[in-house]
């Protein structure tokens, strides 16, 4: 088994906590190492994906949507996108707002609120109800896109520091020369399994001038936000971004100093983490756009986050409870929870 007992000292401490860290905690100690298991049957058990080994529809045929990964009761949703054409058409997801995470490539994003073209690490915001379409500037790209009916916004803990927002926070611009367009089609994103199509006399996101002081569209690198670490012993980290009924937070776990994270059970919220790149490794995680996933109530450790070479990652907690759907099962393996590498019953 790869997650060992350490050797030597006391027993090591397992922590169950409500809320993430922000609830009740109860701590107890146990001989055995608890993250570890046999094997497991039925849905609600942690998983790994790398994703360079999905193709999303996307790829190849423009007119597809992105590709989605992973569903739930609550409406929270992952998708990803690898576009090597433009979108031809417009979507507006009117039931949730969006993040679009640039794991590799470059992208222009032209919105009902103006343009911005995202890059490598970068997020970027779409709310509810903003009409958008995208492309890759060069020969593709990849993204990860997290979907959220509760409105999401960003959130750093007190005292200011996790965020430069006047320095690292890029609003869209209209760009006043985009031509009218021919007719247009308009999709509108819905719980239903068919999408509402408008066809449109021109191009809706030809614009004019801004008249408001905010701009609801923006990006923001993660290499710009902050880690924060609790020393010598370490802590949590610290969201940067969280849904306003506070069911969807996210957080940059990139390298930082401190000691590994407990054993731990969070009772309320599945946690998805992003290895984006390295260059250092992530315990088990090596290969740029590893997903990992552990559902609420499964004991987990965790790899340790100090790693001197430096790795880039990012976590969403979510009330939500996820399910992978089958085009992601089928390149997702199931994980042990110590080191997140594949459990040891993987390929036997
Ligand atoms: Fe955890």
Known sequence: MSGKQPDAGPPPIQLWTRDGFQGAL????????????LSVQGPHAPRRAVLERLTPDDRDDPGALPTTVATSRQGVKLHVSARRK??????RNVEADEVHFIQSGTVKFETDVGCLTASEGDFVSIPRAIAYRYAPTGDGMRS????SPAALKLAPPLPSGLLNTARDLKFA???PNMPLGGPTQLVLKTFDAENTVFTLPHDPLALG???????PVWKLNLASIQVHAYLPEGGPPSQFLASTTGDLLMFN????????PPVHINADFDEVICYVRGPGA???????????????????????????EGYQAWLLETRATLRWTPKALAIAELMETGQYLPHPSVGK
């Open 86 to 91: 433009p979108m031809p058409y417009v979507v």
């Open 253 to 260: 776990l990139s390298a930082r100093p401190g000691g590994r």
């Open 144 to 147: 990860v896109i997290v979907e």
């Open 26 to 37: 109860s701590a107890v100690t146990r001989a055995t190492y608890a993250p570890e298991y």
């Open 173 to 175: 611009e209209i760009d």
């Open 209 to 215: 001038v801004c008249l408001s002081d905010s701009v």
């Open 282 to 308: 992530w315990g088990g995680c090596t290969e740029p756009g590893t997903l990992t996933c552990v559902p609420k109530g499964v004991i987990h450790h965790g790899p340790s986050e100090d790693v001197p």
